[in-house]
């Protein structure tokens, strides 16, 4: 391997392990506020291309406006669905809202089979992004530079949210304890539908992101990602943001690793993820960056 | 101030208050006591919203607050520091204070009332940036009890606020007690140090299993045979 290949597979680890990032925090944003595993997150990520691909195409939009546009509507869907297939059973067995979670996910595959058609969709090329960007003998495609630079500016303003901001103090108040939280006078219910619709703007971008990345859109492109991003965010330490971000990142250096370096494996690379969380489980159960919960009396 | 009027609570089918019927008026301190089990954190987790009682009223004021959300009530100035502190761990002394405000947005008032705290409690001015988590016991309590003033109640509940606290700091939160009622704050105390609660209370009810079953002035409940026997472990 030369060195220009070894950056080309630098860039596209860098980009893919931004859009794994992207979506695990989501899942472990909503499982922060909720314990709940959002199965449904990985469709969410795939409305999001979609939605962008029919402001594109059907509407005619230029491609700013429609990404705007998309962005939104994915973050409404994302409170849409807590309003209806969550919150009725906050109350509830965890087991009821987590079958709830996986038949939401279904509903959205199959309805998304039947309104966008199961066979995939090519998004129109956007010069911006479709262009080959040369480095004396590397070249890239200038989405995978623009992948990572966004997730940045993306991850800097969630932290300031988070960290810095009111609505961020009450997100982690209710995260913590639930009634502790009413007791602050905290509108709990809007602060978890605030929560699903910061971490489905996240998807939508992602989903966004990686069709311009890979063009190709299907209802179940949300599957394999949604189901990687989980496990990433498990990995970091489910609950933590940083953790989800060190999941995304390290699982999409590995995937790309090994395609570059062992092609023969390539085959497997969806398995990997898999191994990865079996030995940084038995390793660390919490997580990498998850803290072993001690509750002082 | 406050007036429970027939009070009753289900828990699936555990009926745990009974038709409870007491006052707290403006200015006094109030003291509810009783055995493990006898309904004390469900009467105060029914007065703030967190528990649907099946029956009776709540009034605050002559008016209704029964179905109320718990951040509306807290908005009218009813706050409770409930039992086993709740304190939020993994956020430092400032940051649980400034939830306790999250209803107010009057900025220079929470800081005044910041300092007005930190007053009371000088042990957490010293540990502002500390994660309450890895507070002592009895920091975590005055904690809480700071936090729930930073919303400026007219009436502070407090659910069994001495527990596993040795004899100084018991000492030290009765008295703050005492300062923050002389202030002009209405307080609602639960306890089972029936003693210390009785010393400092102006009126005292006796909860046994989802009932009223005494009540009276403080300093005569602490005189009554009865509550000698029961509560203050003094022979017959
Ligand atoms: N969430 C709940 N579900 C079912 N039963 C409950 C629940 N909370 C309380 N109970 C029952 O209601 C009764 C009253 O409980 P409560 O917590 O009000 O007692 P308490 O007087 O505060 O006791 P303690 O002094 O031990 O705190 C008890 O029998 C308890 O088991
Ligand atoms: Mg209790």
């Known amino acids: ?297 | 101030m406050l007036r429970i009027d027939d009070l009753s609570v289900h828990y699936g089918g555990i009926h745990a208050l009974q038709g409870v019927s007491f006052e707290v008026p403006e200015g006094k301190i109030v003291t509810l006591i009783g055995a493990n089990g006898a309904g004390k954190s469900t009467t105060l987790k029914s007065i703030i919203g967190l528990v649907k009682p099946s029956g009776g009223t709540i009034q605050l004021g002559g008016q209704s607050m029964r179905g109320l959300d718990t951040k509306d009530i807290v908005r009218r100035g009813v706050v409770l520091a409930p039992e086993g502190r709740r304190i939020f761990p993994n956020l430092t002394t400032e940051e649980n204070l400034a939830l306790g405000a999250f209803a107010r947005n009057d900025k220079a008032g929470i800081e005044q009332d910041k300092l007005k705290v930190f007053k009371l409690f000088p042990r957490l001015e010293e540990r502002r940036k500390q994660k309450a988590g890895t507070m002592s016991g009895g920091e975590q309590q005055m904690l809480a009890v700071a936090r729930a003033l930073m919303s400026r109640p007219k009436l502070l509940m407090m659910d069994e606020p001495s527990l596993g606290l040795a004899p100084l700091i018991v000492k030290m939160i009765f008295e703050i007690i005492k300062t923050i009622n002389a202030e002009g704050t209405t307080i609602l105390l639960v306890e089972q140090n029936a003693k210390a609660a009785l010393e400092i209370a102006d009126f005292g009810y006796v909860l046994e299993t989802g009932r009223i079953t005494l009540s009276g002035p403080g300093k005569e409940l602490l005189a009554d045979d009865r509550v000698r026997s029961a509560y203050l472990g003094e022979g017959q």
């Open chain 1, 1 to 297: 391997m030369d060195i220009a290949t070894f950056f080309q597979q630098m860039a596209n680890a860098m980009s893919l392990g931004s859009l794994y990032a992207l979506i695990a925090i989501g899942y472990t944003m909503v499982y922060g506020i909720l314990r709940l595993i959002n199965f449904a997150h990985g469709d969410v990520f795939m409305l999001g291309a979609y939605f962008a691909f029919y402001a594109v195409t059907a509407l005619a939009m230029p491609w700013g406006i429609a990404f705007i546009v998309a962005i939104g509507l994915t973050g409404l869907f994302g409170m849409g669905l807590e309003r209806a297939a969550y919150r009725p059973l906050r109350d509830s067995p965890k087991i009821s809202i987590m079958i709830s979670a996986i038949g939401a996910s279904f509903l959205i595959e199959n309805v998304g089979v039947v309104l966008f058609g199961g066979r995939p969709k090519s998004f129109p090329s956007i010069p911006l992004f479709d262009t080959v960007i040369h480095f004396g003998s590397v070249s890239v495609l200038s989405v995978s530079l623009f992948i990572p630079v966004v997730t940045l500016i993306i991850l800097a303003a969630l932290l300031w949210i988070v960290n810095g901001t009111r609505t961020g103090l009450a997100m982690r108040a209710v995260s913590t304890d639930l009634d502790a939280a009413r007791l602050m006078a905290i509108d709990v219910n809007k602060t978890i539908s605030l929560t699903f619709g910061i971490s489905s703007v996240l998807a939508g971008i992602g989903g966004i992101m990686r069709t311009m990345k890979y063009p190709q859109l299907n209802p179940l492109m949300g599957f394999m990602p949604g189901l990687k991003c989980f496990i990433a965010a498990v990995i970091g330490g489910i609950g933590n943001i940083q953790g989800a971000v060190l999941g995304g990142f390290l699982l999409g250096f590995i995937e790309i690793m090994i395609v570059a370096f062992l092609p023969e494996l390539t085959g497997y690379r969806d398995a990997f993820a898999f191994v990865l969380l079996i030995a940084v489980l038995l390793a660390k159960p919490s997580g990498l960056l998850g803290k072993n919960q001690t509750v002082k009396v």
